[in-house]
């Protein structure tokens, strides 16, 4: 099992920064592709961004360039440098850890960071 802990959220002008972190416990950190998701009010969850075990990422166009996620695999950490945030980047984040062993889904997710975008 992992167990997930987010911190970092917070109210930020549009234009400004904020970087969230997630720290991990439990076994297998390194094999676990991490990710970070949102949920707004209203809407589905997301996707946005993901970095595997091997140190590919991957981002949707809606933040590509002003998101950057990174794993620290020795502190077993990940983190999500988020830039030019933008009112509609306002959402609760989730970090997400998720490998697959032998065709069984190993899936695991943090509590939630509010971020807030908003003058």
């Known amino acids: 099992q992992v167990q997930l802990v987010e911190s970092g959220g917070g109210l930020v002008q549009p234009g400004g920064s904020l970087r969230l972190s997630c720290a991990a416990s439990g076994s297998y950190f390194s094999t676990y592709t991490m990710g970070w998701y949102r949920q707004a009010p209203g809407k589905q969850r997301e996707l946005v961004a993901a970095v595997t075990s091997g140190g590919s990422t991957n981002y949707p166009d809606s933040v590509k360039g002003r998101f950057t996620i990174s794993r620290d695999t020795a502190k077993k950490m990940v983190s999500l440098q988020m830039n030019s945030l933008k009112p509609e980047d306002t959402a609760v984040y989730y970090c997400?850890?998720?490998?697959?062993?032998?065709?069984?889904?190993?899936?695991?997710w943090g509590q939630g960071t509010q971020v807030t975008v908003s003058s």
């Open positions: 997400n850890a998720v490998r697959v062993i032998f065709g069984t889904r190993y899936d695991y």
